[in-house]
């Protein structure tokens, strides 16, 4: 951890306003994109990262230096995005009728956007697509590792699981993908 953000993290737990402001602009991108990894979509990620930061106000009194800060950071953007999954997933099933509508909705609206946009942006939409039909320590584990490039180790403190089960969820997490993108013909089975 670099000497300067330890001591903006010891001002911050001094109450120190505008320290927390600086460590936000040293952190906000990566955030960010972590976020927007397990969003897929550019508003829903800086509400997940806006949360993340205020969670991180709140709790920073808590935090120890025995990680990196940004671990740390990231270890919040996990808990708070899985509580949301969470609720989600309580909300759909009480309300899965009207899911199912919607689901058709937005299935059209994607088709007419795909129409109208290039060949990159398409590719891109069915892979962010693709990522959100895993489950989510599927979904969690790649993200961490093939988008955002953590280490084994790290994507292990981030998630708490055993560096074993991140390995497994990450076998099993790019078959599944494979067979999404395979479904979507993204790829053919030729590919792999």
Known sequence: MLRSVEELIKQVQQGDLSAFEKL???YQDR???HCYHLKGDENEAKDLAAQVFVQAFHKIKSFRFNMDFGIWLH???VNLYSSQQRRNKRHRE???FRQESLGR???AAVQEQMGSQGA???L???LYSSLKKLPYDYRMALILRELEGYPYEEISIITGWSLATVKSRLDRGRKALRKELQRGRIISERDY
Request: charged share 30%; hydrophobic share 50%; no cysteine.
């Open 31 to 33: 955030i960010f994109t």
């Open 105 to 107: 909705q937005e299935l």
């Open 24 to 26: 936000v602009l040293i």
């Open 124 to 126: 891109k939409h069915l």
């Open 94 to 96: 009480a309300s899965r």
């Open 120 to 122: 990159a942006k398409e």
């Open 75 to 77: 270890r919040l953007v």
